[in-house]
């Protein structure tokens, strides 16, 4: 089960999130069949969209994440919302390529104001791309680790601690805070030995009130369904759609997060015209 604990520390200036992300990793490898490289890059962004998301105030907000890496070099995009559904996908070629090309966050508010910010990609690692975007784009100091670890083509070990400074911080608590993330450079080993749990009570115990600790469980699932699906084909009208099945046999749609295939045959086609 992934874990995401949320609080605030430095007597409220410090905003702390650690999280253990080692399932829903694995639930995106077992989807899409990654390989290394494409599992550790795919699951530090689902990693990264799980923080996000746990950072959302509005019942209907989501947040997603689009990395295009330089020239050719391929996509990945990740996306979640305030419920913990996280879904995303890789271009296998992409395969943690990313210094030279550009992330694009955008974050909805549920009420059709969203922020865009770009940034572009400074070098392969998540955590320093995430920290550029939100020095260049959102101007909020803050610290990311966030890691992997792959053994034998499975997950062993995902996860992250962020730090994010508060309005009215002092040079001294950015320095504490500095300090405290070097514990962290290697954050899917920590992750590996302590777990979420363990590292709130290793590192932190002192300093968290327990009725100000908040947790909540992100898991790797998409929002997609058929019913969706229909809602999507509909306005391509009849006519269209009957046309593209004379063709191809049938209207196919496929979802790249969770791979599901949707087909629409002509009684499929009546049916939502009836």
């Excluded at 995009?77 to 090309?101: E, F, M, P, Q, T």
């Excluded at 469980?217 to 046309?243: A, H, Q």
Aim: with cysteine.
């Amino acid at each position: 089960m992934s874990k995401l604990y949320k609080s605030l520390i430095s007597d409220g200036y410090v905003s702390l999130s650690v999280l253990e992300t080692t399932d829903l990793v694995n639930a995106a490898i077992k989807t899409h069949k990654l390989n290394e490289g494409a599992a550790k890059t795919l699951g530090g962004l689902l990693t990264a969209c799980a923080y996000m998301a746990g950072c959302l105030k509005s019942e209907r907000g989501a947040v997603s994440l689009t990395v295009k890496a330089e020239g050719d070099a391929g996509t990945a995009s990740v996306s979640g919302d305030i419920n913990g559904h996280i879904r995303g996908y890789i271009d296998g070629a992409c395969n943690g390529k990313l210094h030279g090309g550009y992330l694009t966050v955008i974050k909805d508010d549920g009420f059709y104001r969203p922020f865009v910010g770009t940034c572009e990609l400074v070098g392969n690692d998540v955590s320093q791309n995430l920290m550029q975007y939100y020095d260049k784009s959102e101007q909020i100091p803050t610290a990311i680790a966030i890691g992997v670890k792959m053994q034998g083509g499975e997950c062993i070990a995902a996860g992250g601690v962020v730090m994010q400074l508060m309005p009215g911080y002092t040079q001294e608590i950015m320095d504490a805070a500095e300090e405290r993330m070097q514990a962290f450079v290697n954050v899917a080993d920590v992750v590996e030995k302590y777990g979420a749990d363990g590292i709130i009570d290793e590192f932190f115990k002192d300093e968290i009130n327990k009725g100000q600790l908040y947790l909540t469980f992100p898991e790797y699932k998409c929002n997609c369904s058929r019913k969706k699906i229909e809602g999507v084909i509909m306005p391509v009208g009849k006519d269209e759609l009957y046309k593209i099945i004379e063709e191809e046999g049938a209207v196919r749609v496929h979802c790249h997060y969770c791979n599901t295939d949707y087909e629409f045959t002509r009684a499929d086609v009546d049916k939502l015209f009836g």
